[in-house]
């Protein structure tokens, strides 16, 4: 009997490259080699009607969904719908990317371990919007790419992958955007497959730490 698939979903406000990008290295691929399931891209929800990574799963036969707060009383109800949403689907990993909103506690405890956000710099520095921008502005020699769980803060939970890139100045921007973006297309599928192929887990002593068995 085949493997049943480890059934992703990816939560957008945007334009949806690394939506783009899981869509075209981990969709339909294989866990791990010598197994049978594979990984699918089950449902893609966005905050925004007017979001062009819907587009993408559209073109990719991949199920959309729009959950703006505007259309439910507040912020906690549209999380429960989301939320319903997802657990319909039977979603294994929800995986922000480029979400631009908070998600509750609620919604937080009812995905705990289950959902990881990829953000644009080496986390804790840098955290929430504009993170380019604002290494650049304290002059950080450094930045780059983090995969982490999401807990109830922001840009907070434990770190499943990061990677670096080194900064010179005087820096240009749109260049050092197409270089962290470069980054996050790669990372951010190796995590889920990671993930997927069940090679991650907290550590029990510490649960800010990921330990990751990272054989290939
Ligand atoms: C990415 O830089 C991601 O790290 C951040 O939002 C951006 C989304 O880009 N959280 P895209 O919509 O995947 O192109």
New binding site residues.
Partial sequence: MATPPFRVAVL?S??????QALLDTVHGQRVAPEGTATIQIAAVASSRPDAP?LERAGRAGVETAVFAISDHPDRAARDRALGDWLEERGIDLVVL??FMEMLGPEFVGRFRNRMVN???SLLPAFPGVGAIEQAVEHGARVTGVTVHFVDEHLDNGPIVAQEALELSYPARIAEIEQR??AL?HRLLPRAVRLIAAGRVRIDPHNPRVVLVDNVD
């Fill in positions: 957008i945007g334009t949806g490259t690394n939506l990574g990317a480029g990829v953000h644009p962290v973006h996050e």
